[in-house]
Each structure stands twice: as structure tokens, then as C-alpha cells.
């Protein structure tokens, strides 16, 4: 069916909203010249790629990175990054040959690559030569999909880019540097921690450094789609039957009335609609059938996006998610999220996840226990993640690293962290999975913090109008049986997070049985919960770290969870045990945090029965 498609009141954050931030980026922060706007090629995985993942060579460059800075702390441009053979210059002898280095597999973290890499949390400089063949009006982006924690990209002796964030995805245009026949790519990686990082200094999980997800060229034609948004339409209720979807396509360079065809065919939508001054093409469509997406019946369609010479087709799910007082609306239908937290941590193997194995035995465990849900802790995961959500209809909070401790009282750490937001909205916003987006855990109370995290769920409100907002607080109060959240920033957010582990970190398991909780009238996750024990160490229910006394624990908030009405979710911290370095009690952690239902090599403790169980008889809590 034909239609032309009327202009449509989608929000996208004006080109020149995101221009404005990118040159505060670079302008502000310490280290980072201009450089050409960097955009953000949305559906890179649904495009042609040139993959660079594999062997590349690597070169340590011990802390402070004599290397990589200068001695006033600006990237040196003219060492390891010019990849001489072998080069000695003056006197600060800066020798290496990349060419004799030993290699890292990329996508990988260096730290369970190498042994002596372990606990390496400097920086390391990667490269690689690869073959290109430019061919005219077309444009070329290295594309990485994740690199911890800032990152510094040079082709050909030339700097391309720089990206902080080790979670979210990056693209750096190299068109004019290619040239036919062999080329390089050099690439710092620092994953030095920061206090004024995202996430700052003191975390408990492993700071696993490297170009740790995939890279890639990405080739596109001069004028190219680089942003889109297809979704169902979002109105101030859910409309049964409702079948327009609504959103944008962007297209980079194009010139002011540049033609967009959005094609669905399987829901008998074709639409035309023209490009503004800014390169965007609204829509809303009227589809003539439409299968919302939900777990049980993760519909996904083929939306084939095309603008002059571009066109791209991804697999898209359209469903509708709000909330009504206290309960959560999918498709109009409450519901309730069970499911469990997880660490990007490879099951087994350790290390960071980044291929469609690791996903596979994540997503296998939670389909295993029963889960519709699943908590991204506590950063954005690999892209493979909200693809198998897609696929097999599990619901994702997805969260940027606010994690505790961050300098809430800089401007330059909030300029940062709305670059995350829209990295990770803008890579994710076309996955049905996705319905809460977060944006901190466990953050202080205080009127800074507030002012701070009000304004970035503000922000991502902008950016996206279809999604809840969230974030895990740790505020609660408890003075004997009461629990309350005095916490003023619960007021910004769509859905509230608790964290809380009555049993383990406070008072006895058996307190959990008489709390009562004083909430704000809104749906409620128990975003944290549980215990440590170490699989296949038994005893009582009152030994603390056997698997007898995590599930004694977990009883008892089950218990405390029938008191609280507005809980509409539970994920337990956490699915699998992971690698921690504040975890130190030889023999019982050993360097991981204990509190997963699975060892971290795949051993299922008793707990996982307890949810599998629970979840299987939707026992522990109720959608309204
Ligand atoms: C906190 C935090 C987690 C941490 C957990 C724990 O709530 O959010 O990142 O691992 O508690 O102490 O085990």
C-alpha cells in the first residue's frame, strides 16, 4: 500500500543539539582537539562491513602512557601513532616496531588474553594493516563497538578520532585517508580509571580494558542514512488495534527534499516522505496489519529504509510500553518483570562478552530460569544482547555506568554523560526489548546528585518519549519494620529501582518478613537483592555463604515482596558470579562477587531452582 506520510511531531535531537555537545566535547575536554563532527551509524550491524576483528599487534605503554601523553597530558600525535619500523628518535627513545609485536585478539579485553595483562589498567596501543580499495562517492567510518575506557584513533599516521566511554560504540570517518593497497589503523586504549569518569574510580565489577567488542569499515554513500527511528505510534494511551508507526529517518548530507522510502512489506506499509534543512524525514504510517512484539510472541518485521543510494533493512518489533499508576503496560496488558541482573561477564571463559556464543549461553540461562527480563548492569552491553532480547522476547533495562560514586559537581562529567545517553539510546532505540532506560545506581542523596540526574532523565525523555525511565536507588531507610525512600529524585523517574540486601549486608534474613514498605505510588523493581554462596558449599540455612543460606535469604525477601503492592519486577543480583577485585576471602571469593545464582563456570547453585520455580508459577509477584 502506498501512502504519502504526513510530517510527524518525532523528536529527534536536532543535528544541531548533537553538533553543539560534540564541540563542547572536544572543546572541553582535556586532551581532545576538534575534530570532524563524529556521528553515530545507527544499524552498523544490519549493514556491510569490513570486519578488522583478529590478530592485532599491541604495545604496552606503562602508566602515566609516556607514549601516548605529553608531558603536559596532550595526545602525542608523533609516536607509537606514526607505526615506524623500527623507529629511534632524540632522546626520548621512544623505540618500537609494531611489526615484531606480539598480538591481541580483537574483540577481546587484553586482560585474559595475556597473564601478565591481568591486572594491567594502563594503556595499550593496538595496530593493524588492512586492505582498502576507495572507491568514488562513497565514504568509509572505522566503526568500534566498544572500546574501555578512552580511545584514540589514528589511520595512516593520521588522528581520526577520539571517544571516552567504555560501553558504547564509536565511528570515525577515514574516507580522505584511505588509500588502494595496504593501509594502517593505530589504536591507544586507556582504561585507567578516572574520578571524573563514567564510571568513576571505585566499582565492583572488573575494569576489563581493550578494544573489547567488534571493528570494522563501514562503507556508505556520500549521502548516507546515518539515524533512524521506526516505532509504533505513542500517544497518551494505548489504542487496541492501533496500527501507524511514527518516527524519523536522518540522512546525513543529503541535500533539502531528498526522498526516504520506509518499506515494510510484511505489514503492507510503503511510505514516501522528504528530507528538512537538517537531513530529517519524519513519518507517520498507517500499517494495514501489525503483530506487536511482547515475549510471547517476539514479532519481529523486515523495515527496509532507502534514501538515494542508500538503503538499509533491519529487524524491527513494535509494541507499546507506559505505565498507569502502579502497574507497567505492555501492549496495554500489565505486567510483571521477572528476571535477574547481568555483568557482561562470558560465562566460563571470563573475560568480556563480545560474540553470538557468549549471548547464546546467557540468554539460554535465562529462558532456563523462566526470566521475561533481564537488567544490563551496569552499562550497555554488546549490541548481540538486545538483538537475542528481540528475538526471543525478553524485556531489557539498559543502564549507563552512574555507578556510586560520580563528580556530580562537574559540568564536564554531565557534558559526558549525555554523550552516553544518546550513544546508548541512539544505538539501541530501534529494539522492542529495550523498555526501561537508566541512568545511574546507587547514587547519594543529595541535592547535586538530584539536580544532576533529574536533568539527565530529562534528557533521555527528549530523546526518547516511548520508553520508561529508571534508575536503582539505594536510599531506602529502614528503622525497624519500616522502610522508606526519602529520596526526592524518585520523583524524575517512570519506574523506581530498590536495591536492598536484608540478610546479607543487614540484619538477619527473617527481618525481611515484617517490613513494610512506605513507596511512592509507582511500579516498583526490586532492582538488587540476594546473597553470596559459593557453589557446592553446604551447610545451614543460617551459614552464610552456602548455597542453603543464599536461598534462605531469598525465601524471606519473597516473603517481604508480597507486602510491597506497587512491585511490578524482581531481578536478583545477579545471574552469574563475576570478577571483582573487592572480593578478597580466599576460598570463598577469590577475586568474585558470589551473589550469582550460577558459578561462573556454568554451575547452577540452589538458588537458581528457587527463581526457575517461582518464575515458572509467576509466584512472587503481580502484574497489578
Ligand atoms: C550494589 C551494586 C552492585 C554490587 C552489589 C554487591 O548494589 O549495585 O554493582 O555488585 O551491590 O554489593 O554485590
Known amino acids: 500500500m502506498f501512502q504519502s506520510a504526513s510530517r510527524a511531531n518525532v523528536s529527534r535531537p536536532t543535528l544541531r543539539t548533537v553538533v553543539a555537545l560534540s564541540m563542547y566535547l572536544w572543546l572541553v575536554l582535556p586532551g581532545f582537539a576538534q575534530r570532524p563532527l563524529q556521528t553515530l551509524l545507527v544499524g552498523v550491524d544490519r549493514r556491510d562491513q569490513t570486519t578488522l576483528n583478529g590478530d592485532w599487534h599491541y604495545l604496552v605503554d606503562q602508566s602515566p602512557g609516556r607514549a601516548l601523553y605529553t608531558a603536559n597530558g596532550e595526545v602525542n600525535d608523533k609516536s607509537y601513532a606514526m607505526n615506524d619500523h623500527p623507529h629511534i628518535v632524540g632522546s626520548h627513545n621512544d623505540e618500537y616496531d609494531f611489526s615484531a ?166 505489514a503492507g506499509v510503503t511510505a514516501t516522505v522528504k528530507t528538512d534543512a537538517e537531513g530529517n524525514a519524519p513519518f507517520n504510517v498507517k500499517a494495514t496489519n501489525l503483530t506487536l512484539w511482547s515475549p510471547g510472541t517476539p514479532k519481529l518485521y523486515k523495515v527496509t529504509l532507502a534514501a538515494g543510494e542508500d538503503k538499509l533493512t533491519d529487524d524491527i518489533g513494535f509494541r507499546d510500553i507506559r505505565v498507569d499508576g502502579t502497574r507497567i503496560l505492555l501492549n496495554g496488558k500489565a505486567v510483571f518483570l521477572q528476571g535477574a541482573n547481568v555483568h557482561a561477564e562470558a560465562p566460563v571463559r571470563g573475560g568480556r562478552v563480545n560474540s553470538d556464543q557468549d549471548v547464546a549461553t546467557i540468554f539460554g540461562y535465562l529462558k532456563e530460569m523462566n526470566a521475561n527480563f533481564v537488567r544490563l548492569a551496569h552499562y550497555p552491553h554488546d549490541e548481540r544482547m538486545e538483538r537475542e532480547a528481540d528475538r526471543q522476547g525478553i524485556m531489557i533495562w539498559s543502564e549507563i555506568p552512574n555507578w556510586q560514586h560520580i563528580s556530580f559537581d562537574k559540568s564536564e562529567v554531565y557534558a559526558k554523560d549525555v554523550a552516553m545517553l544518546h550513544e546508548m539510546i541512539r544505538r539501541d532505540r530501534n529494539k522492542a526489548s529495550v523498555i526501561l532506560w537508566s541512568v545511574s545506581n546507587e547514587t547519594p542523596n543529595n541535592s547535586t546528585r538530584t539536580t544532576f540526574l533529574t536533568n539527565l532523565a530529562n534528557e533521555a525523555r527528549t530523546l526518547d518519549r516511548t520508553r520508561l525511565i529508571t534508575s536503582a536507588l539505594n536510599t531506602t531507610h529502614i528503622q525497624g519494620n519500616s522502610a522508606t525512600l526519602p529520596d526526592p529524585f524518585a520523583d524524575a523517574l517512570d519506574v523506581i529501582g530498590v536495591n536492598q540486601y536484608i540478610g546479607w549486608y543487614t540484619g538477619k534474613p527473617e527481618d525481611a518478613d515484617s517490613i513494610q514498605w512506605a513507596l511512592p505510588q509507582k511500579p516498583v523493581i526490586m532492582s538488587e537483592f540476594g546473597a553470596e554462596a559459593k557453589f557446592g558449599n553446604h551447610g545451614a540455612t543460617n551459614e552464610r555463604w552456602t548455597e542453603e543460606q543464599q536461598v534462605y535469604v531469598i525465601q524471606h525477601q519473597f516473603v517481604m515482596f508480597k507486602n510491597i503492592p506497587q512491585l511490578r519486577g524482581i531481578t536478583p543480583w545477579i545471574l552469574a558470579d563475576f570478577r571483582s577485585p573487592t572480593r578478597n576471602i580466599p576460598k570463598l571469593q577469590d577475586g568474585y562477587n558470589r551473589k550469582g545464582l550460577i558459578s561462573e563456570d556454568g554451575k547452577k547453585k540452589q538458588a537458581f531452582t528457587l527463581f526457575q520455580k517461582a518464575y515458572a508459577e509467576h509466584s512472587v509477584g503481580k502484574p497489578e
Open 101 to 266: 609485536a606480539p598480538t591481541l585478539k580483537v574483540p577481546g579485553d587484553w586482560n585474559t588474553q595475556v597473564p601478565q595483562l591481568f591486572n594491567y589498567e594502563g594503556v595499550i596501543w593496538y595496530q593493524r594493516d588492512f586492505e582498502a580499495l576507495p572507491k568514488a562517492g562513497t565514504r568509509t567510518f572505522l566503526h568500534v563497538g566498544a572500546a574501555n575506557y578512552r580511545s584514540h584513533v589514528w589511520v595512516n599516521q593520521k588522528r581520526v578520532c577520539d571517544h571516552e566511554g567504555g560501553y558504547t560504540p564509536f565511528d570515525c570517518e577515514v574516507t580522505a585517508l584511505l588509500h588502494p593497497g595496504t593501509n594502517f589503523v593505530v589504536i591507544a586504549v586507556d582504561a585507567t580509571r578516572l574520578a571524573d569518569g563514567i564510571p568513576s574510580v571505585g566499582i565492583d565489577w572488573f575494569n576489563y580494558g581493550g578494544l573489547t567488542r567488534d571493528v570494522s569499515l563501514v562503507t556508505v554513500p556520500r549521502a548516507f542514512i546515518d539515524d533512524y527511528d521506526v516505532h509504533l505510534a505513542h500517544g497518551p494511551e494505548f489504542l487496541p488495534g492501533n496500527t501507524e508507526l511514527s518516527g524519523y529517518v536522518h540522512v546525513l548530507d543529503a541535500p533539502t527534499g531528498t526522498a526516504v522510502t520506509i518499506a515494510i512489506p510484511e
